[in-house]
Antibody, heavy 124, light 107 residues
Framework: QITLKESGPTLVKPTQTLRLTCTLS??????????VGWIRQPPGKALEWLAI???????RYGPSLKSRLTISKDTSRNQVVLTMTNMDPVDTATYFC????????????????WGQGTLVTVSS | EIVLTQSPGTLSLSPGERATLSCRASQSVSSYLAWYQQKPGQAPRLLISGASTRATGIPDRFSGSGSGTDFTLTISRLEPEDFAVYYCQQYGNPLFTFGPGTKVAIK
């Protein structure tokens, strides 16, 4: 059974760097075809894709926040980490990590398993 | 970037009624479209991929159709647990995107 769980700070100050961890269970990111992404959702608003990492360590970023994001994987710990620099109150959101499988094509990404999400508030 | 437009913004219906949700893409995404359901305080749940393939465990009252730029999610008979927000997501382009969502509310 595939599960994902997000962890990290619930409150960060403006200009700080956010570091979120996604702990994976039921699959390994060393397995061909597997991938994990981060998606966020401001309160009452829609979903926004942030970053994805593939089993082969290829990484892609959403265009709007690309300069502020870094995604990495630690297969030995079965974790994926997202860092976002220079946090601002508009970055207040629930951050989700989610699993994908490149079974319809390497760039054909949709998410079949999601973590519960973690609410991050940016405030001084 | 491919922009997805969902309509209507809110759909007010009664249990047992049929719901028809639309998702339109700014350019063709072939059949690379997914639908998700999200209830308050929960993560999105995958309903449909490939425009029309139900995910594991999804009831057959949910169906998807369309290709190119116009897609539809149909819920044949609304159950109380179906009142939620529904998002479409295109993955026909490497910079995949989500739509703004349609809320299905109890009338």
């Amino acid at each position: 059974q595939i599960t994902l769980k997000e962890s990290g700070p619930t409150l960060v100050k403006p200009t700080q760097t956010l570091r979120l961890t996604c702990t994976l269970s039921g699959f390994s990111l060393s397995t061909r075809g597997m991938g994990v992404g981060w998606i966020r959702q401001p309160p009452g608003k829609a979903l926004e894709w942030l970053a994805i990492v593939y089993w082969d360590d290829d990484k892609r970023y959403g265009p709007s926040l690309k300069s502020r994001l870094t995604i990495s994987k630690d297969t030995s710990r079965n974790q994926v980490v997202l860092t976002m620099t220079n946090m601002d109150p508009v970055d207040t959101a629930t951050y989700f990590c989610a699993h994908f499988n490149e079974n319809t094509g390497y760039y054909r990404v949709y998410f079949d398993y999601w973590g519960q999400g973690t609410l991050v508030t940016v405030s001084s | 970037e491919i922009v997805l437009t969902q309509s209507p913004g809110t759909l007010s219906l009664s249990p047992g009624e049929r719901a028809t949700l639309s998702c339109r893409a700014s350019q063709s995404v072939s059949s690379y479209l997914a639908w998700y359901q999200q209830k308050p305080g929960q993560a999105p749940r995958l309903l449909i991929s490939g425009a029309s393939t139900r995910a594991t465990g999804i009831p057959d009252r949910f169906s998807g159709s369309g290709s190119g730029t116009d897609f539809t999610l149909t819920i044949s008979r609304l159950e109380p647990e179906d009142f939620a927000v529904y998002y479409c997501q295109q993955y026909g382009n490497p910079l995949f995107t989500f739509g703004p969502g349609t809320k299905v509310a109890i009338k």
